[in-house]
């Protein structure tokens, strides 16, 4: 069998990122020789201590951070050979969610989630059943005329949900979107987040603090510490036999919520 024959579809390919951030006189490395590659369709998450780069390297999926050095191949495209036409593309079809939500207060839920289609050639009527369709995706057709004021913060993540989804991207990035939720909103959220992973084909990359939320979802995850990865393979594999210290620390803290329920 050929080399060709047993590759995997992947996503997301970055191999040897750095990036370097300059304060200053002094330069803080916050990835060190980063590779990542995540199978299409395939949830994967990302979890590390806060400051370990998981932010940093999450931005580079989208380009937000561009890296020193290093290849970043996302969808079959070379991001950093691309123009900024191209580049948009690109983007759109990578979706972001945040622990902060980030809603707009003044607008409705309906116009929230359909404002990342205004700057496309879309009837306003198309526009609204998008959003519609949207908003039932994630459960809460009643509110398309809610106010983010109104909702709970687990409604504000599934609006939030919603708007990342209006461009049909291929990839989903959640960044700590269930830190601010309770352990049972959490839950219904990460079950949201495996649905539409299964329903629209979606790779979904998590990032947390959380062994319990990869647990419940991820099929594959990634330590971070220190600007590096430290330890990758399936939450199976890991999870059985953890390698490093910190690893272990996860695992262990897992095992404690696990027990505690
Ligand atoms: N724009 C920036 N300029 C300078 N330093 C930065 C910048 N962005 C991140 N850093 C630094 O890079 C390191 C990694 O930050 P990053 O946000 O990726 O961590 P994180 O793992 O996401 O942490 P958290 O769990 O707190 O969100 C940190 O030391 C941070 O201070
Ligand atoms: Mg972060």
Same mark, same amino acid.
């Given at each position: 069998?050929?080399?060709?024959?047993?590759?995997?579809?992947?996503?997301?390919?970055?191999?040897?990122?750095?990036? @370097?951030?300059?304060?200053?006189?002094?330069?803080?490395?916050?990835?060190?020789?980063?590779?990542?590659?995540?199978?299409?369709?395939?949830?994967?998450?990302?979890?590390?201590?806060?400051?370990?780069?998981? &932010?940093?390297?999450?931005?580079?999926?989208?380009?937000?951070?561009?890296?020193?050095?290093? &290849?970043?191949?996302?969808?079959?495209?070379?991001?950093?050979?691309?123009?900024?036409?191209?580049?948009?593309?690109?983007?759109?079809?990578?979706?972001?969610?945040?622990?902060?939500?980030?809603?707009?207060? &003044?607008?409705?839920?309906?116009?929230?989630?359909?404002?990342?289609?205004?700057?496309?050639?879309?009837?306003?009527?198309?526009?609204?059943?998008?959003?519609?369709?949207?908003?039932?995706?994630?459960?809460?057709?009643?509110?398309?005329?809610?106010?983010?004021?109104?909702?709970?913060?687990?409604?504000?993540?599934?609006?939030?949900?919603?708007?990342?989804?209006?461009?049909?991207?291929?990839?989903?990035? &959640?960044?700590?979107?269930?830190?601010?939720?309770?352990?049972?909103?959490?839950?219904?959220?990460?079950?949201?987040?495996?649905?539409?992973?299964?329903?629209?084909?979606? @790779?979904?990359?998590?990032? @947390?603090?959380?062994?319990?939320?990869?647990?419940?979802?991820?099929?594959?995850?990634?330590?971070?510490?220190?600007?590096?990865?430290?330890?990758?393979?399936?939450?199976?594999?890991? #999870?059985?036999?953890?390698?490093? @210290?910190?690893?272990?620390? #996860?695992?262990?803290?897992?095992?404690?919520?696990?027990?505690?329920?």
């Amino acid at each position: 069998m050929s080399a060709a024959d047993i590759a995997i579809d992947l996503a997301i390919d970055l191999q040897e990122i750095n990036v @370097t951030f300059k304060r200053n006189d002094e330069s803080l490395v916050a990835l060190d020789n980063v590779s990542l590659q995540v199978e299409k369709g395939s949830i994967y998450g990302i979890i590390g201590y806060s400051g370990a780069g998981k &932010s940093t390297l999450v931005r580079i999926i989208n380009l937000l951070q561009r890296p020193n050095a290093g &290849s970043v191949n996302i969808l079959g495209q070379d991001l950093l050979s691309l123009h900024d036409k191209e580049l948009r593309g690109v983007r759109k079809k990578v979706g972001m969610i945040f622990q902060h939500f980030n809603l707009l207060r &003044s607008r409705t839920v309906l116009n929230n989630i359909e404002y990342p289609l205004l700057s496309q050639k879309m009837s306003r009527s198309k526009r609204h059943a998008k959003a519609l369709e949207l908003l039932k995706l994630v459960g809460l057709e009643e509110y398309a005329k809610a106010y983010p004021d109104e909702l709970s913060g687990g409604q504000k993540q599934r609006v939030a949900i919603a708007r990342a989804l209006a461009n049909n991207p291929d990839v989903l990035i &959640s960044d700590e979107a269930t830190s601010a939720l309770d352990p049972q909103t959490t839950a219904d959220i990460l079950q949201l987040l495996k649905h539409l992973n299964e329903k629209l084909d979606l @790779t979904i990359v998590l990032i @947390t603090h959380e062994m319990q939320v990869i647990k419940s979802i991820c099929q594959n995850v990634a330590v971070m510490e220190n600007g590096r990865i430290i330890e990758n393979g399936s939450v199976s594999e890991v #999870f059985t036999a953890p390698k490093q @210290t910190l690893t272990q620390k #996860f695992v262990e803290s897992a095992a404690n919520v696990t027990e505690m329920r």
